[in-house]
């Protein structure tokens, strides 16, 4: 189960990253459209100069203190779900080994009722631990939705603020940038931002 948490978790974050950044690559790009539109009607030597820049995702994702967060929270129901099914295995064990121990002085239909009980339990067990699986997947899906939004939500009003017609992401896991220049990269103060509003949003909560 938490492997399955820490390779969902990866596999999320950077699909948020890039679709972050896809959909203020799309309003970028919607931007753009309509400035060539009026570059066919009229050629205007003070035209708007395009800026491209760069979000390193890695970086994002070790330095965005709301992602470190969710991690941490999801990754304490991980463990919480893991001790509970521990115990209950144990405890599960331990009636078979008394059952082993019993079967010899018991009578037939006692063993076949013991056995059909234990057999009902491990079924059990068996959906306790798909369904922890389960609702562990939806809690990370919801969460790193909110994480999506947050991202989105910031990069639609930083890109419109510092005039950006195109924001690109950089992984060492997917790079689909080869090479940039570190004066287009804009990571750090992406990060700062973000981590500021998710700060004020925590103190607001708590009053």
Same mark, same amino acid.
């Given at each position: 189960?938490?492997?399955?948490?820490?390779?969902?978790?990866?596999?999320?974050?950077?699909?948020?990253?890039?679709?972050?950044?896809?959909?203020?690559?799309?309003?970028?790009?919607?931007?753009?459209?309509?400035?060539?539109?009026?570059?066919?009607?009229?050629?205007?030597?003070?035209?708007?100069?395009?800026?491209?820049?760069?979000?390193?995702?890695?970086?994002?994702?070790?330095?965005?203190?709301?992602?470190?967060?969710?991690?941490?929270?999801?990754?304490?129901?991980?463990? &919480? $779900?893991?001790?509970?099914?521990? *115990?209950?295995? +144990? !405890?599960?064990?331990?009636?078979? %080994?008394?059952? @082993?121990? &019993? $079967?010899?002085?018991?009578?037939? *239909?006692?063993? +076949? !009722?013991?056995?059909?009980?234990? %057999?009902?339990? @491990?079924?059990?067990?068996?959906?306790?631990?798909?369904?922890?699986?389960?609702?562990?997947?939806?809690?990370? %899906?919801?969460?790193?939705?909110?994480?999506?939004?947050?991202?989105?939500?910031?990069?639609?009003?930083?890109?419109?603020?510092?005039?950006?017609?195109?924001?690109?992401?950089?992984?060492?896991?997917?790079?689909?940038?080869?090479?940039?220049?570190?004066?287009?990269?804009?990571?750090?103060?992406?990060?700062?931002?973000?981590?500021?509003?998710?700060?004020?949003?925590?103190?607001?909560?708590?009053?």
């Amino acid at each position: 189960m938490n492997k399955l948490f820490k390779t969902l978790s990866q596999a999320a974050f950077g699909l948020i990253v890039v679709a972050s950044i896809a959909s203020c690559n799309q309003n970028a790009n919607t931007a753009a459209n309509k400035t060539n539109d009026s570059s066919n009607t009229s050629t205007s030597p003070s035209a708007k100069e395009e800026k491209i820049v760069y979000i390193n995702s890695d970086s994002l994702s070790e330095k965005y203190e709301y992602f470190k967060d969710i991690r941490a929270n999801l990754e304490a129901k991980v463990k &919480k $779900a893991q001790n509970d099914l521990q *115990s209950k295995g +144990q !405890a599960f064990q331990r009636e078979v %080994a008394e059952y @082993q121990q &019993k $079967a010899p002085s018991m009578s037939a *239909s006692e063993r +076949q !009722a013991t056995e059909e009980k234990l %057999a009902r339990k @491990q079924d059990e067990l068996g959906r306790l631990d798909q369904n922890a699986s389960a609702s562990l997947a939806q809690d990370e %899906a919801t969460e790193f939705n909110n994480v999506y939004n947050s991202i989105t939500e910031y990069l639609k009003k930083h890109a419109e603020e510092k005039g950006y017609t195109l924001v690109l992401t950089y992984s060492k896991s997917n790079p689909t940038v080869l090479y940039a220049d570190s004066k287009l990269e804009i990571t750090n103060e992406v990060i700062e931002s973000l981590n500021k509003e998710y700060k004020d949003k925590k103190a607001k909560e708590k009053k």
